[in-house]
């Protein structure tokens, strides 16, 4: 599955399945106890006491599930609201992402991790937590450019499956070519047979890591009246049961105070992410 911030409306990867547990009070993120005098910010309840079990898969730099830690933009968050919470969290890979939500609406996980966006669809199904930052799209090229326009007349490639690839087909013509996979993408990009990519920003920086394209820059995706869905970045958001309104209203409250202090812009810095991603606008459903 890609990140791809049009895209991301159902996962199609698997990742191998692990039962991983840490714990997250009165510490960092490696396993130490929760201690005895920790109290916790809020009052709700968890499949089983004491633990947050979250349903997630490796999926970088959003959620990287390595040994018994998991880190990443929202292992990273979540690790730290389970310290406020005097909480230990457990994580239930098995599956991958496509076992991720199926967990939460079974009472199997108390939420879904993993680039999840807010969407009507999912809306229907599962509670929706507050947005947590926003899963931006991104001009990808070794020119710099900033906006949709500075693409006018260029070549320009994209990757089967986004949301978008209908309207800059219809803008850009035979200029705008859909690879198959983003191998091929960045592999043209690399070798100049095409002037940019338009991916999502946490895609790229985490194939960036390992495999980058020299001189390559990532720009968030701007708003462009002629690409419409580039208004509407998806919304990462924890999904959550619908029958445990308290643990949904303690998540938003927890999201919102790591958005005041700061939390939420440092960590997606923290992982190569542009922090205006933690802007997140209102709540909105794609």
Known sequence: MKSTWIRKSAPIAVAAGLALSMSACGGDSSADAVSSSCTPKHTFTTITPGTLTVATYDFQPHVKIEGDKISGVEGDLLNEIAKRECLTVSVQSAGGAAAAVPSVQSGRADLAAGDWWRTTARSKVVELSSPVYLDQGAIVSKSGYK???????????SV???????????????????????????SDLAAGRIDAVVDSVGATTARFQTNPVDGAQIVPLEADTRIPVSAHPGQL????????ADLTNALNANIEELRKEGIIAETLKKYGMDPSAAEVGEPDLL
Request: charged share 20%; proline share 4%; net charge negative.
């Open 147 to 157: 906006t949709i326009a500075e693409l006018d007349g260029k070549k320009v490639g």
């Open 160 to 186: 089967v499956g986004n949301l978008w690839n209908d309207q800059f087909k219809q803008l850009y013509a035979d200029s705008f070519s859909v690879y198959q996979d983003p191998e091929a993408a960045f």
């Open 237 to 244: 958001n924890w999904p959550t049961s619908k029958n445990n």
